[in-house]
T-cell receptor, first 117, second 110 residues
């Protein structure tokens, strides 16, 4: 399995521009999570989906952030307009419902490093 | 106050040392406790998973949970340079979305 795939790996943009981050979860996983990591705040949950439905978006900082999951194999996180304080590494993770043989472990992608100038 | 507190380090130890990493938490609803390891410019990977209080051992790694004190620990025996990474504790109430500590950066010197 290829694991969780995120794109782009790096993005440098100017304040006010729209940013779209993409994620392909592991096939068969029914949970998808978006996290943001900064030195100051660590790893914070932004939103998560179960079976393509948003379950909890209370971590989304403000209306400039939106996330969608149109199907089981694709999700996007959009920031519009972007601001310098949005600079961070954004991680997508996926997991399957816990069963007898698994703990519901989160599998992370390699992250999208966003710099907003 | 954060739900999960973790000393950010950095922690520098010589090869072969015993390492102790710790987290405290405030939410008594946390039931599942994990340690993730994150190498530089990579995503976190699950290292240890425990449910309820007690100890769990896996090779050189031991995870300890003390629910009465709201305190969890990870011990690494015979530490190796390849253990150099950031270690994040993570906790779950059962809703499936993990709450992470800020991470402790560990450097094992050869």
């Amino acid at each position: 399995d290829a694991g969780v795939i995120q794109s782009p790996r790096h993005e440098v943009t100017e304040m006010g521009q729209e940013v779209t981050l993409r994620c392909k979860p592991i096939s068969g996983h029914d949970y998808l999570f978006w996290y943001r990591q900064t030195m100051m705040r660590g790893l914070e949950l932004l939103i998560y989906f179960n079976n393509n439905v948003p379950i909890d978006d209370s971590g989304m900082p403000e209306d400039r952030f939106s996330a969608k999951m149109p199907n089981a194999s694709f999700s996007t996180l959009k920031i519009q307009p972007s601001e310098p304080r949005d600079s961070a590494v954004y991680f997508c993770a996926s997991s399957s419902s816990p069963g007898l043989l698994n703990t519901g472990e989160l599998f992370f992608g390699e992250g999208s490093r966003l710099t907003v100038l | 106050q954060k739900e999960v507190e973790q000393d950010p380090g950095p922690l520098s130890v010589p090869e072969g040392a015993i390492v102790s990493l710790n987290c405290t938490y405030s939410n008594s609803a946390f039931q599942y406790f994990m340690w993730y390891r994150q190498y530089s410019r990579k995503g976190p990977e699950l290292l240890m998973y425990t449910y309820s209080s007690g100890n769990k051992e896996d090779g050189r790694f031991t995870a300890q949970v003390d629910k009465s004190s709201k305190y969890i620990s990870l011990f690494i025996r015979d530490s190796q340079p390849s253990d150099s990474a950031t270690y994040l504790c993570a906790m779950d109430t059962g809703r499936r979305a993990l709450t992470f500590g800020s991470g402790t950066r560990l450097q094992v010197q050869p």
